[in-house]
């Protein structure tokens, strides 16, 4: 991605390939092919979202390893070089964090290497990590190497339209990725290829590592449509997103998908993409994790208020008896346990209760 220094102090240096391969590069950065990386870019340089920048550690704090492509947590000490990229975050359990305007020291906001500056953080977290920029990398002619630029591939097939079940929740940690890997067990079980996405988010890998556990044929997240976080994205790229994820998926030959999105309702993103016609138009069903009986309740009234295709309640809700039965008592939702998601034939029971609706998208397609 091109992009202009803001001030003639701004400079660009070689930088030696065996210095590329000493840094820790994080899961963020995977799809980027480092030979490309040529150019060291320093001064008054204004970072963007997914800019890869070379970074040492200044202070260790909440993050203390650093995830690297392939999901091993490497410990992190002061003076290592990393290779992150920048990005917003919005985690209410941790950190809300915006892409700084310059390159001065900032704070390592995920382990799955997200720079950032951090605005505000939860009582009970810790610090962020503290990192040093030491300059953008850039290609061979000086432009900055951005993560959009490496993305898998958006393939448009004519297979049938996969089943589609997409698991949102209250709040971060509500247990909808749990959900979501459970159902991917259960689905597999009965037989299906099943896919799965995370389709917003701030870039990590942990989820991810999950869905493939369970037996997913492919997983992908956002990282691998370009985007670093997902927090201040527009309607129109997080719809972006979804259809790279989706038609990446198909074209993997997926016969059911699972989609988590991040975060709860209120959140701006979350909200926005649900809220849009051409997101009720391409799933078939909604599980919402929840973390009480209360949050159950309210997720069900707003999924319902705008026809979203709600069709059982699960999350940590589900691990209370006595919560679940307030819940589906309420709601007049079932309730999922993790037992209930990876066992066939209740996914094959979901599968049905979606089936006219996902029959009729079909035939539509044809």
């Not at 290497?113 to 990192?131: F, M, Q, W």
């Not at 869905?211 to 527009?234: H, K, L, N, P, R």
């Not at 074209?251 to 993409?273: C, K, N, S």
Request: charged share 20%; hydrophobic share 40%; aromatic share 4%.
């Amino acid at each position: 991605m091109k992009q202009d220094n803001i001030e003639n102090t701004a400079h660009t240096s070689p930088i030696k390939a065996e210095r590329i391969a000493l840094a820790k590069s994080a899961y963020t950065t995977r799809l980027v092919d480092k030979n490309i990386i040529k150019t060291l870019l320093k001064g008054n340089w204004k970072p963007k979202s997914g800019d890869l920048v070379l970074a040492r550690v200044e202070r260790i704090g909440h993050h203390k390893r650093i995830e690297l492509a392939h999901g091993r947590r490497s410990p992190m000490f002061v003076g290592d070089e990393i290779i992150v990229c920048y990005g917003h975050r919005y985690a209410p359990d941790q950190f809300e964090s915006e892409v700084p305007n310059n390159l001065s020291e900032c704070q390592l906001v995920a382990g799955g290497g997200i720079a950032s500056k951090c605005l505000t953080r939860h009582d009970k977290t810790r610090v962020p990590t503290r990192i040093q920029p030491i300059g953008l990398l850039g290609d061979a002619e000086g432009n900055p190497v951005n993560i959009a630029d490496w993305t898998v591939p958006n393939i448009e097939t004519k297979r049938p339209r996969p089943f589609i079940i997409t698991v949102v929740g209250t709040s971060m940690n509500a247990g909808k990725t749990t959900t979501a890997a459970h159902l991917i067990k259960g689905l597999t079980r009965s037989g299906m290829k099943v896919g799965a996405a995370k389709l917003t988010g701030t870039g990590a890998g942990g989820d991810r590592w999950l869905m493939v556990d369970s037996g997913a044929i492919e997983v992908v997240d956002f990282t691998d449509a370009g985007f670093a976080s997902t927090y201040q994205a527009t309607l129109p790229e997080l719809q972006q997103i979804q259809m790279h994820l989706t038609n990446h998926l198909q074209a993997q030959g997926a016969e059911a998908i699972v989609l988590e999105v991040a975060d709860g309702l209120f959140q701006q993103e979350t909200a926005m993409l649900l809220e849009s016609p051409e997101f009720k138009e391409s799933i078939d069903g909604i599980i919402f994790a929840a973390g009480d009986s209360m949050g159950a309740h309210g997720g069900a009234e707003w999924l319902r208020k705008r026809d979203l295709p709600i069709i059982a309640l699960s999350g940590c809700v589900s691990a209370s008896p006595l919560l679940a039965r307030e819940a589906q008592h309420t709601t007049g939702l079932p309730m999922l346990t993790l037992s209930d998601l990876s066992s066939p034939e209740v996914a094959v029971q979901m599968y049905e209760l979606c089936g006219s609706l996902f029959e009729q998208q079909n035939i539509k397609a044809s």
